[in-house]
């Protein structure tokens, strides 16, 4: 157990021999105490020895701001949870999950922790490939929009099948039916030639 200096921990719970990931800090949010696994996640236990304030720079700005905001209102929620974006001594980037509690008796906030960052990573690049493909369909020369086939709703549209339904929707007694779920069309006049039955769905674009 790595601390800044002698604080009352609540000896009662043990929580600091737990294997998770624990730490308390105060409410001027001064790092008091970091258990094992957090300090071999972070490296906090560096600045907990040395300046309790010094793991604020390693937070992003963004997570800071969330945290002492957090801090500012335990008088009206002394419970709180929020992402902490970070980055590690070595300079690589994780994030954690901060489930924390105020202990009045104590005057302690103890925060229990979970590394998400593989999660994170993950969902980063997800978006980053859908972002890709997007600018991809764009630069398609033709009409494509993705269907969900429970539904008929778009999810979906590039530029091109975004401007071909841009115009006054036409009445007909026959709405659309796409070949597919996902449909690519390089007939322009296709998705007007009959007409719609009722206004054109409204799909996400790039744009959005």
Same mark, same amino acid.
């Given at each position: 157990?790595?601390?800044?200096?002698?604080?009352?921990?609540?000896?009662?719970?043990?929580?600091?021999?737990?294997?998770?990931?624990?730490?308390?800090?105060?409410?001027?949010?001064?790092?008091?105490?970091?258990?094992?696994?957090?300090?071999?996640?972070?490296?906090?236990?560096?600045?907990?020895?040395?300046?309790? =304030?010094?793991?604020?720079?390693?937070?992003?700005?963004?997570?800071?701001?969330?945290?002492?905001?957090?801090?500012?209102?335990?008088?009206?929620?002394?419970?709180?949870?929020?992402?902490?974006?970070?980055?590690?001594?070595?300079? =690589?980037?994780?994030?954690? =999950?901060?489930?924390?509690?105020?202990?009045?008796?104590?005057?302690?906030?103890?925060?229990?922790?979970?590394?998400?960052?593989?999660?994170?990573?993950?969902?980063?690049?997800?978006? =980053?490939?859908?972002?890709?493909?997007?600018?991809?369909?764009?630069?398609?020369?033709?009409?494509?929009?993705?269907?969900?086939?429970?539904?008929?709703?778009?999810?979906?549209?590039?530029?091109?099948?975004?401007?071909?339904?841009?115009?006054?929707?036409?009445?007909?007694?026959?709405?659309?039916?796409?070949?597919?779920?996902?449909?690519?069309?390089?007939?322009?006049?296709?998705?007007?030639?009959?007409?719609?039955?009722?206004?054109?769905?409204?799909?996400?674009?790039?744009?959005?």
């Amino acid at each position: 157990m790595h601390t800044s200096r002698d604080v009352a921990l609540p000896q009662a719970h043990d929580w600091h021999r737990l294997p998770g990931l624990m730490m308390a800090i105060g409410r001027d949010a001064r790092l008091l105490a970091v258990n094992e696994p957090l300090a071999a996640c972070t490296g906090w236990h560096r600045d907990a020895a040395a300046d309790g =304030e010094a793991w604020l720079d390693r937070l992003s700005a963004p997570s800071r701001r969330e945290l002492l905001k957090a801090l500012d209102h335990l008088d009206t929620a002394d419970r709180f949870r929020l992402e902490l974006q970070f980055r590690r001594p070595g300079g =690589e980037v994780g994030w954690l =999950e901060c489930d924390a509690r105020w202990n009045r008796d104590t005057e302690l906030c103890l925060c229990a922790l979970h590394d998400v960052s593989a999660r994170k990573r993950t969902e980063l690049a997800l978006r =980053e490939q859908t972002t890709q493909l997007r600018v991809l369909a764009d630069n398609v020369p033709a009409l494509i929009a993705y269907y969900e086939q429970q539904g008929f709703r778009c999810t979906f549209a590039n530029r091109h099948y975004a401007s071909a339904l841009a115009g006054p929707p036409r009445t007909s007694s026959a709405a659309p039916r796409p070949r597919s779920s996902a449909s690519a069309a390089g007939n322009r006049s296709a998705p007007t030639s009959s007409g719609w039955s009722r206004p054109a769905p409204r799909c996400p674009t790039s744009a959005n």
